[in-house]
């Protein structure tokens, strides 16, 4: 495992420029023309920061201003200049160019993603708040996306057992007035327009909104739907040590779902990239969205700052669907399933954080002291498909391209629940520099987690079976965190740390809570990570780690019936490297590789041993992404993705192929404010499956595919 590592460091310290280009560098920072070190969206000033990923030198996921070269954790940043200048129209999109962590299908309806081996669809956080719900996660209104890799529940609480991706948004400036318009429209007619509009009021306060709308199209048969969002968001300085953002959200999205393709002889099915294995008519989803949030920040005095965030949000999600389950070569026949699925949900947060910066005789502190408390009321039901000529939930018919498919409803109710969650937590974490060289951080955190539920049908059958209908939990839980640095300089960190987080027995999205899961306890994570940061010049990063993350009482889908989950516990063992910056001064890169070795432990069959290889989780992904500016108007970009081979699922016998995917890009500046650019993604049209989310529902990569946007900001 450290052969790579020294191999690593060898390569970055090759590629990175010399001692007097690293001094020439620092003295004309601020005329470097890097989209990728822009510090904000708005931002005319291009800046450098020491010790920075893109122009960052901190991450607002940390809670704390520590330097990303001192914190002992894997973590990238993607910009809103990046995620425009690669084409990214997805969190899918950002996280593929991203080591250690792969996309999954998430039913066609979802973000769902693997890091570290750890599958969820919940671990996703928006300005470090909790954002569980299930949908897809639009990109129009962001500054940047910050990717924590390992576990680390004492800044986020429940979950993130392999890590988290938080989405920081815009937010009103006093610095100017503008507006900037753009769109885009691919191959296959898929077509976005958005709009930024920053108006400063006065030097104290400010308006923003930012839109978008996307007319939605792929390369499959029968895809399609639209979606559009609205965020205005109000800035004030209060004072000169107070400031107050307010902000609002509302999402609609409304798109048919597409859940892949079955497989034959264990791989994805032949033949059929158009074809659509469902119901353009039923097979849809739809989401509306409200969310609405008020931050406050003051600075106590020199030492000490505070900061508070209340976030409610309604989320109201429809998801039907048909799905395959099999397809029989010999009888050219194909079998289907099926299932609705409605939602609602409110939230309500209230989260607390204080900072102080001191010294305590020589050492020096970085203290947070954080609480968060919130409420979570969810109903869901849930409908099974019933065809008329089987009189069952699945149906098995002759194929045919389109599918014919047979006369179909829905059963009365096989769900219907209504559930509320309470979580409290604080939490305690200290950063102390014991000297120049040498930083431990220490921290812990307490979660109160009480969930109850009332199950409607239960309820209505009486008790006679030994199940009321009502069900409840409640777990107490602490979350550690410890880790040591030492920095030979300013530039380079060593590092160890080890970090836990816990799941409640209730799932990822807290649908429901059984006889059975109530008498569980907890799924626990523990990560253990030692890894290098190694700024080498101002504009160019190199970081490395080796990690383990294990997991115990954990769940994962039921390869033999994927709407159910099975207890397992896994283990993953990995190697990843990245390298983010300014190779020369018009060559910039960002280049990441993971190796990635996750199993499951403790199976036992007929006496024996039989750990299985954790599902959508590529041994070997390689990424890499170079933009060079040619001139003042002319820059390309040019990309690539590997993965190796995956399981589809636990069964380990369906497998997705490996594949070497290669992107490019061309921008030409028209004017200082007005920009076009043309992204070629799958540049020698790859065949590839990216993910699956079981055996017989697996994606289908993008064939060749062009997307033409043009920017103007006035």
Same mark, same amino acid.
């Given at each position: 495992?450290?052969?790579?590592?020294?191999?690593?460091?060898?390569?970055?310290?090759?590629?990175?420029?010399?001692?007097?280009?690293?001094?020439?560098?620092?003295?004309?920072?601020?005329?470097?023309?890097?989209?990728?070190?822009?510090?904000?969206?708005?931002?005319?000033?291009?800046?450098?920061?020491?010790?920075?990923?893109?122009?960052?030198?901190?991450?607002?996921?940390?809670?704390?201003?520590?330097?990303?070269?001192?914190?002992?954790?894997?973590?990238?940043?993607?910009?809103?200049?990046?995620?425009?200048?690669?084409?990214?129209?997805?969190?899918?999109?950002?996280?593929?160019?991203?080591?250690?962590?792969?996309?999954?299908?998430?039913?066609?309806?979802?973000?769902?993603?693997?890091?570290?081996?750890?599958?969820?669809?919940?671990?996703?956080?928006?300005?470090?708040?909790?954002?569980?719900?299930?949908?897809?996660?639009?990109?129009?209104?962001?500054?940047?996306?910050?990717?924590?890799?390992?576990?680390?529940?004492?800044?986020?609480?429940?979950?993130?057992?392999?890590?988290?991706?938080?989405?920081?948004?815009?937010?009103?400036?006093?610095?100017?007035?503008?507006?900037?318009?753009?769109?885009?429209?691919?191959?296959?007619?898929?077509?976005?327009?958005?709009?930024?509009?920053?108006?400063?009021?006065?030097?104290?306060?400010?308006?923003?909104?930012?839109?978008?709308?996307?007319?939605?199209?792929?390369?499959?048969?029968?895809?399609?739907?639209?979606?559009?969002?609205?965020?205005?968001?109000?800035?004030?300085?209060?004072?000169?040590?107070?400031?107050?953002?307010?902000?609002?959200?509302?999402?609609?999205?409304?798109?048919?779902?597409?859940?892949?393709?079955?497989?034959?002889?264990?791989?994805?099915?032949?033949?059929?990239?158009?074809?659509?294995?469902?119901?353009?008519?039923?097979?849809?989803?739809?989401?509306?969205?409200?969310?609405?949030?008020?931050?406050?920040?003051?600075?106590?005095?020199?030492?000490?700052?505070?900061?508070?965030?209340?976030?409610?949000?309604?989320?109201?999600?429809?998801?039907?669907?048909?799905?395959?389950?099999?397809?029989?070569?010999?009888?050219?026949?194909?079998?289907?399933?099926?299932?609705?699925?409605?939602? @609602?949900?409110?939230?309500?947060?209230?989260?607390?954080?204080?900072?102080?910066?001191?010294?305590?005789?020589?050492?020096?502190?970085?203290?947070?002291?954080?609480?968060?408390?919130?409420?979570?009321?969810?109903?869901?039901?849930?409908?099974?498909?019933?065809?008329?000529?089987?009189?069952?939930?699945?149906?098995?018919?002759?194929?045919?391209?389109?599918?014919?498919?047979?006369?179909?409803?829905?059963?009365?109710?096989?769900?219907?629940?209504?559930?509320?969650?309470?979580?409290?937590?604080?939490?305690?974490?200290?950063?102390?520099?014991?000297?120049?060289?040498?930083?431990?951080?220490?921290?812990?955190?307490?979660?109160?987690?009480?969930?109850?539920?009332?199950?409607?049908?239960?309820?209505?059958?009486?008790?006679?079976?030994?199940?009321?209908?009502?069900?409840?939990?409640?777990?107490?839980?602490?979350?550690?965190?410890?880790?040591?640095?030492?920095?030979?300089?300013?530039?380079?960190?060593?590092?160890?740390?080890?970090?836990?987080?816990?799941?409640?027995?209730?799932?990822?999205?807290?649908?429901?809570?059984?006889?059975?899961?109530?008498?569980?306890?907890?799924?626990?994570?523990?990560?253990? @990570?030692?890894?290098?940061?190694?700024?080498?010049?101002?504009?160019?990063?190199?970081?490395?780690?080796?990690?383990?993350?294990?997991?115990?009482?954990?769940?994962?889908?039921?390869?033999?019936?994927?709407?159910?989950?099975?207890?397992?516990?896994?283990?993953?063992?990995?190697?990843?490297?990245?390298?983010?910056?300014?190779?020369?001064?018009?060559?910039?890169?960002?280049?990441?590789?993971?190796?990635?070795?996750?199993?499951?432990?403790?199976?036992?069959?007929?006496?024996?041993?039989?750990?299985?290889?954790?599902?959508?989780?590529?041994?070997?992904?390689?990424?890499?992404?170079?933009?060079?500016?040619?001139?003042?108007?002319?820059?390309?970009?040019?990309?690539?993705?590997?993965?190796?081979?995956?399981?589809?699922?636990?069964?380990?016998?369906?497998?997705?192929?490996?594949?070497?995917?290669?992107?490019?890009?061309?921008?030409?500046?028209?004017?200082?404010?007005?920009?076009?650019?043309?992204?070629?993604?799958?540049?020698?049209?790859?065949?590839?499956?990216?993910?699956?989310?079981?055996?017989?529902?697996?994606?289908?990569?993008?064939?060749?595919?062009?997307?033409?946007?043009?920017?103007?900001?006035?």
């Amino acid at each position: 495992m450290f052969k790579p590592v020294i191999l690593s460091i060898a390569i970055a310290v090759a590629l990175s420029p010399s001692e007097t280009q690293a001094a020439e560098s620092s003295s004309v920072s601020s005329a470097v023309s890097s989209p990728f070190l822009l510090a904000a969206a708005g931002d005319i000033e291009r800046i450098t920061v020491r010790g920075a990923y893109f122009g960052k030198q901190n991450a607002d996921s940390l809670k704390t201003p520590t330097l990303l070269v001192d914190v002992p954790q894997s973590l990238s940043v993607v910009t809103d200049v990046q995620i425009r200048e690669q084409g990214f129209q997805s969190l899918a999109d950002i996280l593929q160019y991203t080591p250690g962590a792969s996309i999954g299908q998430g039913e066609g309806h979802r973000d769902q993603m693997t890091i570290r081996g750890q599958n969820t669809t919940a671990d996703f956080f928006i300005d470090g708040l909790r954002d569980d719900v299930q949908y897809f996660r639009p990109l129009y209104n962001l500054e940047r996306v910050e990717i924590l890799r390992g576990a680390n529940a004492l800044l986020f609480g429940r979950g993130g057992g392999g890590g988290i991706v938080n989405r920081v948004t815009k937010t009103a400036s006093t610095k100017e007035t503008f507006t900037a318009l753009n769109a885009n429209i691919d191959t296959f007619a898929n077509a976005v327009v958005g709009v930024d509009h920053n108006i400063a009021l006065n030097d104290d306060q400010a308006f923003r909104i930012n839109g978008f709308y996307e007319q939605l199209d792929n390369h499959r048969d029968e895809y399609d739907g639209e979606r559009f969002a609205i965020n205005p968001t109000y800035s004030a300085n209060l004072s000169d040590v107070t400031q107050l953002v307010l902000s609002y959200e509302y999402i609609d999205d409304d798109r048919v779902v597409d859940r892949g393709v079955p497989s034959l002889n264990n791989a994805p099915l032949q033949g059929v990239d158009k074809t659509f294995f469902g119901s353009p008519d039923l097979n849809v989803t739809t989401l509306q969205a409200h969310v609405a949030r008020a931050r406050i920040d003051h600075q106590l005095n020199e030492s000490w700052s505070i900061n508070a965030t209340l976030q409610y949000a309604d989320f109201d999600k429809l998801y039907q669907n048909l799905y395959p389950t099999g397809y029989d070569a010999v009888q050219n026949t194909v079998s289907l399933d099926g299932y609705r699925d409605a939602t @609602e949900r409110e939230n309500l947060i209230l989260q607390f954080n204080a900072v102080g910066q001191f010294e305590t005789g020589s050492i020096e502190h970085t203290l947070l002291v954080g609480a968060e408390h919130g409420n979570q009321d969810t109903s869901n039901s849930r409908r099974d498909t019933l065809f008329v000529d089987s009189n069952d939930d699945q149906i098995t018919f002759a194929f045919s391209d389109p599918l014919v498919i047979p006369a179909v409803g829905f059963t009365d109710f096989v769900r219907d629940s209504a559930s509320d969650v309470t979580f409290s937590s604080v939490f305690l974490q200290d950063e102390i520099k014991l000297n120049e060289q040498f930083i431990v951080v220490a921290g812990l955190r307490y979660d109160s987690f009480d969930i109850d539920v009332v199950d409607a049908i239960e309820a209505a059958n009486g008790t006679i079976d030994g199940n009321s209908g009502l069900l409840g939990r409640k777990d107490n839980e602490t979350s550690p965190r410890l880790g040591a640095i030492y920095k030979p300089n300013d530039d380079l960190s060593f590092y160890v740390s080890m970090s836990k987080s816990f799941l409640p027995r209730s799932g990822d999205q807290f649908l429901s809570l059984t006889p059975s899961s109530q008498a569980l306890a907890p799924e626990e994570f523990e990560n253990k @990570e030692f890894g290098i940061k190694w700024n080498l010049s101002d504009n160019l990063s190199f970081t490395t780690a080796i990690f383990e993350v294990t997991r115990e009482n954990g769940t994962v889908t039921d390869p033999n019936n994927p709407e159910n989950s099975i207890i397992t516990g896994t283990k993953t063992k990995g190697f990843e490297i990245q390298l983010v910056g300014y190779v020369t001064e018009k060559w910039q890169v960002n280049a990441g590789y993971s190796n990635l070795d996750a199993d499951e432990t403790g199976r036992v069959v007929e006496g024996n041993l039989a750990n299985r290889v954790l599902s959508q989780v590529p041994e070997n992904m390689l990424t890499i992404w170079n933009h060079y500016q040619w001139d003042d108007k002319w820059a390309f970009g040019l990309g690539l993705i590997h993965q190796s081979e995956q399981y589809a699922s636990l069964n380990n016998t369906v497998e997705l192929p490996d594949f070497t995917r290669v992107d490019a890009a061309v921008y030409y500046d028209i004017t200082e404010n007005t920009k076009v650019q043309l992204n070629i993604e799958n540049l020698f049209d790859e065949d590839y499956y990216p993910a699956a989310h079981n055996d017989n529902n697996i994606s289908i990569g993008e064939p060749l595919n062009a997307r033409v946007s043009v920017s103007y900001k006035f």
